[in-house]
């Protein structure tokens, strides 16, 4: 879960309207990809980035009118002008965006109010949710500086595989169904698919990701700081309570008191979460290699070189999934540095299972 989607669980629980901005399409070079999301609330507020500062101005200047008038809006900006008299303050980015804006009135007995409700839900339960918009530019469309008015309609996948919402027609439900089952199996990234008479974006959001962090010596506390900052839910293990003190990690979520001994039975790693182990005594590393040898994260990071990793893990080889050296070779020193290296590899694999 990034920033917007807790945003977005928040002031749905608060009853909040709320404008949303997505990046659907992107021809050429941009800042951010398809996918992207801005959240705007009242008095100029937003959380999350569409550019680097060049379009937030403008999006906050056209959800201002849709919290007016509601509805949904696509807009266009070209950022290939090298002046200033072009979207992009003359950055020359070469790219097209096309930018959806949309109100979002949480408790409005509409079907599309009612989809968002159910899909902020299951993300704010741990479960990520997949869904596909349909974009439809009606006949006697508006079109003015504020964008284009269209209709829109969303068909969401939960985790278990159950889905809420329609397009309008059933043979379209029943195949976009298929669809987003094919979409969430092989984690596609966002992207629009353009058919004669409607768009279609295909999206998801995740939860929040989870870190397990062994060991809390001050090398760990820059770690998590830069964990949390990228959107990491923090949990730091150490059997050592003057190490696990909250001044020492004030952005983690948990500090947890547990001996590598015996962690089997007291602690059970979330789906999908991440792990490193950097306790520094070699028996205790042995015993967390033990531990998530059996949980399996779907990343574990071992600090130290790799002939200490194999000395964990033998008789047997290290698996393939274990990554030693941690971090990305930028011949980081001290425990900055190396907390940056870590967090870079972290963003590049969460990155790449998306």
Known sequence: MNEVTEQLLTFMQQGQSVVLATIIRVQGSAYRREGAKMLIIGDDQFFGTLSAGCLEGDILYRAKNLFRESGARLHTYHLASETDEGWGMGSGCNGVIDVLLERIDWFE????????????????????VHFVRRMEVPAHTVIDELGISIHMSTIMLDADEQTQGSLGEVALDQEWEQRLLRFAEFKEKSHME???????FLDHLAPQSVAYVFGAGPDARPLVALLAQVGFRVTVVDPRSAYLQPHFFPQATELLELQPSVAEGHLTL?????????????????????????????????LGPRTRTQRLFAPDSVPGYVRSPIGVAIAAEGPNEIAVSIVAQVVQHRRNAD
């Open 109 to 128: 007995e509409t079907p599309e109010s009612q989809v968002w409700s159910r899909m902020i839900s299951e993300v704010g339960r741990g479960r990520a």
């Open 194 to 200: 353009v058919a004669p008479e409607s768009m279609y």
């Open 270 to 302: 979330k789906e999908d979460s991440y792990a490193f182990i950097m306790t520094h005594s070699f028996k205790w590393d042995v015993d967390w290699v033990r531990f998530l040898r059996k949980q399996r994260p779907a990343y574990l990071g071992i």
